[in-house]
């Protein structure tokens, strides 16, 4: 049960009056700012080494392949298991990786295998903390609740992406030698640094939560059980449309990997101007949700998912032909106000479709898809831009999305019908048949 303030609260706000679901998001806040100054620090870091479009690549796939490898258990654990514990494991293991970053980077080291054996065992704790925290959000708040919730959850997720780039370049070129002559850390080191208070602070405040979701699953572990959370997604024509739009949209269309060398080659800028465009469509993000929590979407979810799936992939066009500074943020917060529309409907379709007892293994899956449009985009833009060119390799891209989100329209019309974000409308949409019962 969540834990509510009696004090009523302003409307859009609704979600706040739950205890626990305030100190998670404050947890994730300081969990986020410090993977995302991390994710830059280590992309400039890779990019320093070796000046290649394709390393930059490989590190989305060495984060990628734990999601694949530990698909199946990182869901029943999710399920089997109290999913706060499972998050406060998962990330003791992110403590200890970036504790090895920071060494690397004090050492001195040139060595690129030894940063993708790190980023391996930070896309494995990945894996496993993914589906538990996606599926302990509705125990933080009442289920009238849930989508304000959600709706935050997408605005802190953003602003943290906001401040944590950004924080990344400036942390980056920090002289800290300066005022320590003797410390070996700077540059890439100093940033590890910092992630590593973040993570501190978010164990803290995450051991503080009074929610004690339980054990969902009570059945014996079988492959039938593991097995569930596909069966329920191919089954539910619904949320693999909305996994697999998901996937190809942004497998197409995302940029962030090649964000490096459109900072150095194409618009001329150094580390704080990559923590800008890695900072824009998260300040465009932020901007919608503070909207859609104050004015939630009522009706016709499914056709607007479609129109900023839409905007989302002619926003990446512009990017990728954009040789100005301010174009190109523009064009990036664009891509941010249309996609966190799109990720506020699918993380409501998600969990509201799901019964509460098969959320880890439906989210897992869930996990499997957005791990490979992020982590395997990045390789594949990485792969694209080797081959064609980081400004051909992202227009192309753009192209892509847009015609997915045309194919999809008509290939799941279940999903573009979709209506009111609420338990009773998505579940009426799923055949009994398709239930947990039915399977």
């Known amino acids: 049960m969540a834990s509510v303030s009696p004090k009523p609260l302003q409307r859009g706000m609704e979600a706040f009056a739950s205890r626990d679901f305030r100190r998670y998001q404050l947890a994730r806040v300081m969990a986020i700012l410090g993977a995302e100054a991390q994710a830059v620090a280590v992309a400039w870091q890779v990019y320093s080494i070796t000046h290649k479009a394709i390393d930059l690549g ?104 906001i401040t944590g780039p950004a924080l990344g370049g400036l942390l980056f070129t920090f002289p800290l030698t300066r005022f320590a002559p003797d410390t070996r850390l700077e540059g890439a080191g100093i940033v590890y640094v910092f992630t590593l208070s973040t993570l501190g602070w978010f164990l803290v405040l995450v051991s503080t939560l009074r929610v004690r979701p339980g054990r969902m699953e009570h059945r014996a572990l079988s492959i039938e059980v593991v097995l569930a959370g596909f069966r329920y997604v191919r089954r539910a024509s619904m949320l693999l449309g909305s996994f697999s739009l998901d996937l190809f949209v942004v497998l197409l269309g995302g940029a962030t990997a090649l964000m490096p060398i459109f900072a150095h080659e194409i618009l001329h800028q150094g580390p704080r101007g990559l923590g800008l465009l890695r900072a824009a469509p998260a300040a465009g993000a932020v901007t919608m949700s ?56 699918r993380g409501s379709i998600l969990q509201l479709a799901t019964p509460p007892e098969m959320r880890g293994r439906v989210s897992a899956v869930n996990s499997l898809f957005i791990g490979a449009s992020n982590e395997l985009g990045e390789f594949e833009s990485g792969l694209t831009a080797q081959w064609w060119g980081a400004v051909r390799a992202t227009v192309i891209g753009g192209l892509g999305a847009l015609a997915v989100a045309r194919l999809w329209s008509v290939i799941f019309p279940g999903l573009r019908a979709v209506d009111e974000l609420t338990t009773e409308s998505l579940r009426a949409q799923v055949p009994e048949e398709e239930t947990l019962a039915g399977l």
């Not at 032909?321 to 301010?326: R, V």
Request: proline share 4%; charged share 10%; with cysteine.
């Open 58 to 161: 490989y590190t989305g796939l060495a984060l990628f392949l734990p999601g694949l490898i530990f698909l199946l258990p990182s869901g029943h654990v999710a399920d089997r298991f109290d999913r706060r514990h499972v998050i406060l494991v998962c990330y003791s293991l992110q403590v200890l990786c970036s504790t090895a970053l920071v060494l690397l980077a004090r050492s001195g080291s040139h060595s690129i295998l030894a940063i993708y054996a790190v980023l391996f065992l930070v896309g494995t704790g990945r894996a496993f903390s993914g589906p538990a925290s996606s599926a302990l959000i509705p125990h933080l708040v009442p289920e009238e609740h849930f989508v304000n919730a959600v709706t935050w959850g997408g605005a802190i997720f953003q602003f943290a992406n």
């Open 290 to 345: 503070l909207i859609m929590a104050r004015f939630p979407m009522r009706r016709r979810a499914g056709k607007w998912l479609f129109v900023c799936v839409s905007i989302f992939g002619a926003a990446t066009v512009v990017f990728g032909l954009s040789h100005t500074l301010w174009l190109s943020l523009a064009s990036l917060a664009i891509a941010g106000v249309a996609d966190t529309i799109s990720v506020i409907i």
